[in-house]
């Protein structure tokens, strides 16, 4: 089928009702469909439209959920979903996954995993559907492992990342090592409490490494700065010694490595990061990663006082982030295989 055949509906986060963090993925996931060809429209449930002659592809998670487009008769069996999965979802408040890496890893064990079931659920039914997110790991997560291992061929697990940079950007991307007036710039979200947001992670990795850092540049949810818009957030970044990277708790278990990762590094800069997951994509002498807390604050400030050690990791990951782990890249062959499909 060719590109002309098809219609991308991206659905929901416009900020039309309210803000939701899956704003920014959803701006840029526009920006790559619109760069490679297709035709895309980003709306709320209420402007979806009928296309005679073309088949829709619909890219949605929560507003509305692949339930509401089946049950409210909007999908039909030309249709193709692509369901985002995630930890949580619409079915999944007041959830609270442990304020240790025990109590977090067995709540994983035992989670209904809401998301994955909505797909699974919407197979079973007939829809053809397809889920896609950041690439994590799956075996010894209960309901996690059954259902990807029955859909594997089905899921597509992505570099989560970048949303700040378009495709020239990327191409052309260098290590920034001058000129770098702060000692530590991170722009990112504080949020939550133990056993739900990052606070764990705040507490334990970034809050030691900001308290012994006077000269810090700092933005997003929970700073003094508050959210920034994307020019501010790369001018941010690119005034850092060390960008430092975090993940939430859940995150390093499930071996999810998010935006912040593939935005330092896309920006020039450089940070250690908190997860082990960053090995489903780069070898351990491509990256510098500590899941351990005083190890990661050494690690950090070895590197922010040594900027020219970075610049052989920043280049390792560079050159595959324009090859290989891209949004741009990821998207091109999700919809090659679906279309195909």
Known sequence: MNKD???????????????????????RFKAVFDHLGYECYWVEKEDIKE?????????????????????????????IILHKLVLFGNYDSNQNWGTTVEETTDYLKNFRWSQHKLLEDAYDAGANIYGFGAKTEHIGFGEKERIVEKLKDRIFGIPWGSSLYSWDEIQNCQPIIKDLTHDIAWVGSI????????????????????????????????????IVDNDTHKTILKSGKLCPIINAPVWRIEQGVMDRFWTVFTTGRFGVVDTKGVYKFFNEDEVICSENPEEYLDLSKYYMKNVDKQIPYIQKIQKRIKEEYNWYTSWKNILNQVIKD
């Open 5 to 27: 055949k098809v219609v991308i509906y991206l659905l929901g986060y416009t900020l039309k009702h309210s803000y939701n963090s899956c704003y920014w993925p959803w701006l």
């Open 51 to 79: 296309h005679p002659g073309k088949r829709r592809i619909f890219i949605t998670w929560c507003e509305p959920d692949t339930s509401i487009l089946i049950n409210d008769g909007i999908y039909n069996s030309e249709d």
């Open 191 to 226: 949020w939550g409490k133990p056993g739900r947001g990052n606070m764990d992670s705040y507490e334990s990795f970034l809050k030691p490494l900001f308290d012994s850092t006077p000269n810090l540049n700092l933005a997003g949810e929970g700073t003094q700065k508050g």
